[in-house]
T-cell receptor
Framework: GAGVSQSPSNKVTEKGKDVELRCDPI?????LYWYRQRLGQGLEFLIY????????KSGLPSDRFSAERTGESVSTLTIQRTQQEDSAVYLC????????????FGPGTRLTVT | QKEVEQNSGPLSVPEGAIASLNCTYS??????FFWYRQYSGKSPELIMS????GDKEDGRFTAQLNKASQYVSLLIRDSQPSDSATYLC??????????????FGKGTRLSVIA
């Protein structure tokens, strides 16, 4: 079946602009996660949605970052007033949710802030 | 602070040899353990999951878990040049609202020499 999809695959933006990144999870997956990976670094957790529960926003690095999810489908990660340090690959993952299920990653969005 | 530690490598092994990748974690409450493979410029790809102490085999891959020692490893038998990648260890546990986000190690870079 279809995996996790993300768009755009690449985004170049000027410092100070807002960007929106989109994630389509695997159908039927109730849990959705956003991670960030800076060049040569490990993955850092950003935010997590599980069904209708309040999202876990504990990983968001600043109030410039926000995310929404429509039901158990698409999620959008928004970064306002982008900074150069926001340049990274933004990865979305989904899992079946309740329980210790495996997380599957999308291809990522490479964000470059100039 | 939950931490996952891996030797960054590079770990170089000759083709056909066994590659052994190790990971330790700090949270004794961790319940699920995953190995992801990440090729340069690509997103992480799940290769193994393990939930209970002991060994779990899948083809050329064997995951080993020792919760008492807070240690998980991945063995790759008959290593091939195509196995050359960064291997990420990831750990999660059960939270109030379900699966908690993965905590990743920084990865071990494996190089299989033909």
């Amino acid at each position: 079946g279809a995996g996790v999809s993300q768009s755009p695959s690449n985004k170049v933006t000027e410092k100070g602009k807002d960007v929106e990144l989109r994630c389509d999870p695997i159908s039927g997956h109730t849990a959705l996660y956003w991670y960030r990976q800076r060049l040569g670094q490990g993955l850092e957790f950003l935010i997590y949605f599980q069904g209708n529960s309040a999202p876990d926003k504990s990983g968001l690095p600043s109030d410039r970052f926000s995310a929404e999810r429509t039901g158990e489908s698409v999620s959008t990660l928004t970064i306002q007033r982008t900074q150069q340090e926001d340049s990274a690959v933004y990865l979305c993952a989904s899992s079946l949710g309740t329980g210790l299920y495996e997380q599957y990653f999308g291809p990522g969005t490479r964000l470059t802030v100039t | 602070q939950k931490e996952v530690e891996q030797n960054s490598g590079p770990l170089s092994v000759p083709e056909g040899a066994i590659a052994s990748l190790n990971c330790t974690y700090s949270d004794r409450g961790s319940q699920s353990f995953f190995w992801y493979r990440q090729y340069s410029g690509k997103s992480p790809e799940l290769i193994m999951s393990i939930y209970s102490n002991g060994d779990k085999e899948d083809g050329r891959f064997t995951a080993q878990l020792n919760k008492a020692s807070q240690y998980v490893s991945l063995l790759i038998r008959d290593s091939q040049p195509s196995d050359s990648a960064t291997y990420l260890c990831a750990v999660t546990s059960w939270g109030i609202s379900g699966n908690t986000p993965l905590v990743f190690g920084k990865g071990t870079r494996l190089s299989v020499i033909a």
